[in-house]
């Protein structure tokens, strides 16, 4: 039996519904759902989505993850998109801030909807960050002054692209490029436009397709001392004029 045969079977139990019962809620023969929780036949897509809506569990989740091994009450629930986000909870029975360190964050990526990822992550509090879910990412690059390498995001967990406001600042985890932290605005139904403070660098597009989180900025936690006199975007700044001078002779010997 695979993973996931394993898991609709035991979410099947916990909710002590018969398997007839359960195929014409799903809207297909109980010939059919026998298949699958057997695991002789895999489900389609669609099957997969309707699954994920009747249980409450994202489709990462019931492919990947043995539901029998973690404590499913400890997993925050979103109606909306329909999935379960894994968190950690203090015992007041509090959301705790998990922080991403620089050196998970390319494992992010595959690990964000693995509640073993997860609860591996150190954990912090902020009693002045309530209502909602709310998680820390590591800083990288200069495009985004003032925080710089060594700074931390502390985002609020975004349910809908309903939610998204033009001209904020969020994180997003993208299959493209993981996590990044840009200014959003939204460009038509289908994608956003990701927008870097420092105008050194250019904006560009993002397929909604290609986003898997959205966190909104919350606060941030520089670990360095800002150095004005140092500023890496002074230097971009330099560097910008001299693009725009080396553009401007290449116009005028045209």
């Given amino acids: 039996m695979s993973l996931f045969s394993d898991n609709i079977r035991f979410l099947r139990i916990q909710k002590n519904i018969s398997q007839e019962k359960l195929a014409t809620s799903l809207l297909i023969a109980r010939a059919r759902y026998v298949k699958y929780e057997s695991g002789t036949s895999e489900a389609p897509y669609d099957i997969l989505k309707r699954i994920s809506k009747y249980y409450h569990v994202s489709i990462d989740l019931l492919l990947n993850v043995d539901l029998r091994k973690i404590d499913m009450d400890?997993?925050?629930?979103?109606?909306?998109?329909?999935?379960?986000?894994?968190?950690?909870?203090?015992?007041?029975?509090?959301?705790?801030?998990?922080?991403?360190?620089?050196?998970?964050?390319?494992?992010?990526?595959?690990?964000?909807?693995?509640?073993?990822?997860?609860?591996?992550?150190?954990?912090?509090?902020?009693?002045?960050l309530k209502n909602g879910k709310f998680r820390a990412f590591p800083v990288s690059g200069d495009s985004m002054p003032p925080h710089r390498d060594g700074s931390f995001i502390i985002g609020k967990y975004?349910?809908?692209l309903g939610e998204v406001r033009d001209g904020r600042t969020y994180i997003l985890l993208t299959k493209s490029e993981?996590?990044?932290?840009?200014?959003?605005?939204?460009?038509?139904?289908?994608?956003?436009?990701?927008?870097?403070?420092?105008?050194?660098?250019?904006?560009?597009?993002?397929?909604v397709s290609d986003i898997l989180e959205i966190w909104e900025y919350a606060c941030s936690i520089a670990t360095?001392?800002?150095?004005?006199?140092?500023?890496?975007?002074?230097?971009?700044?330099?560097?910008?004029?001299?693009?725009?001078?080396?553009?401007?002779?290449r116009n005028s010997n045209k």
């Fill in 158 to 160: 975004v349910e809908g």
């Fill in 178 to 207: 993981g996590i990044v932290y840009k200014r959003l605005n939204r460009n038509g139904k289908n994608s956003l436009m990701l927008i870097s403070d420092n105008s050194f660098y250019e904006p560009y597009a993002v397929m």
């Fill in 74 to 128: 400890g997993m925050l629930k979103l109606e909306d998109n329909r999935i379960l986000l894994p968190i950690t909870i203090d015992m007041g029975g509090e959301n705790t801030i998990e922080i991403i360190p620089q050196k998970a964050k390319a494992g992010y990526l595959n690990g964000y909807s693995d509640p073993e990822f997860i609860e591996g992550l150190q954990q912090i509090s902020l009693p002045f």
């Fill in 224 to 249: 360095k001392e800002f150095e004005p006199d140092d500023s890496p975007e002074t230097i971009r700044d330099v560097l910008q004029g001299m693009r725009k001078e080396i553009a401007a002779l």
